[in-house]
């Protein structure tokens, strides 16, 4: 898996080029972790270029997010608003409905929306 990062507008943008798999998805987190532990600005996660997910790279979104979740009291933001996916491709897409992590998504955001 091949990484791009870019800060624009107060983001970091981390563009993902290859599959998620259990080979790279150490690299995955290794990549991603740092921008959630020292956060400084939202960080979105661009799939465009992924062509796959496996189990380990949904297991990885989830860790991903929970970090967000446990930093977001020090932000003050919602941990929605932390970390964002863009750009999913529909065979990711389809891997992320059949997990439920969209599904997960979707919750999430609408419970942050309600408050």
Request: glycine letters at 4%; aromatic letters at 10%.
């Amino acid at each position: 898996m091949y990484f791009t990062i870019n800060a624009e507008e107060n983001q970091y943008f981390i563009i993902c080029e290859g599959s998620l798999n259990a080979a790279s998805v150490a690299e995955f987190r290794n990549t991603v972790e740092p921008f959630i532990n020292e956060f400084r600005a939202p960080i979105v996660i661009d799939l465009d270029k992924v062509d796959y997910v496996s189990s380990a790279g949904i297991r990885a979104f989830l860790l991903l997010f929970r970090a967000a979740m446990e930093k977001a009291p020090e932000t003050g933001l919602h941990f929605m608003d932390m970390v964002s996916i863009r750009n999913v491709s529909p065979q990711v897409q389809q891997i992320l409905d059949i997990s439920g992590l969209s599904e997960s998504i979707r919750q999430w955001t609408m419970e942050r929306d309600q408050q």
